[in-house]
């Protein structure tokens, strides 16, 4: 990850990121909200009490709100390679919960330090040798019986390609796929990882979104997410 990348976009992350998606027809916060009530829904499959979470990657916080209202008694922790991003995170949302800064190859956190570990578009900006490294280092801070959340671009939808291609903070990125996502997640401790498929259908064509969670199963979503249990 490259952090003075992510320290030179913070400031007009939220501007940059509102310009690329305006082909969907929706604003940055309806992404970040499908994302967590996809979350809420999981954790209440597993029956889990997610009274610590954690926003791996978490940037200038998109995902705040989104956290209060499906986890109002959690205890959220914000971490970011980039400082700025979270100074920016605080100064928008102040008392959000915990802001952490990664520095090196660690999550500075206590094993087992949290319910629910949870990731939004963050491993197409890391090495992909360093993939299953980061892998097991939330597997390390998430507590047994708890949850990883990773939402990621998918690379076999052209839309979602040429909105990567077009973003100036994706110039690093490379996708992964599904598949090897899981795969990966599976060589760093995590049990029974789930694809899903989501975002398919613009603003425009709204009115066919209920249809989407019958069609989790087919590759041309705009997004994925693995979901994965560590026991």
Known sequence: MDLSE???FADEYRDIHRANIAITGEAPEYFANYKI?????????????????????????SSIPAFRRCFPAARLTCADVSQRSLDVAALRFPGFGVGMRIAG?????EDQAFDLSFSACVFHHIAPEEHVSWLRELHRVTRPGGLLSVFEHNPLNPLTRH???????????????????ARLCLQAGWRRP??????FFPRAM????????????VPCGAQYSVAAERH
């Open 37 to 61: 009530d996809l979350l809420l829904a999981a954790a209440s499959a597993h029956d889990l009490d997610a009274r610590r979470i954690l926003d791996f990657g978490s940037g200038v916080g």
């Open 163 to 181: 909105a990567v291609n077009t973003c100036p903070f994706d110039v690093n990125a490379r996708l992964i796929g599904a598949g090897r996502l």
């Open 194 to 199: 789930r694809v899903r498929y989501h975002l």
């Open 105 to 109: 190859s660690q999550v500075p956190a």
């Open 206 to 217: 709204a009115a066919l979104r209920p249809l989407e969670r019958w069609l989790s199963f």
């Open 6 to 8: 992510f320290d030179r």
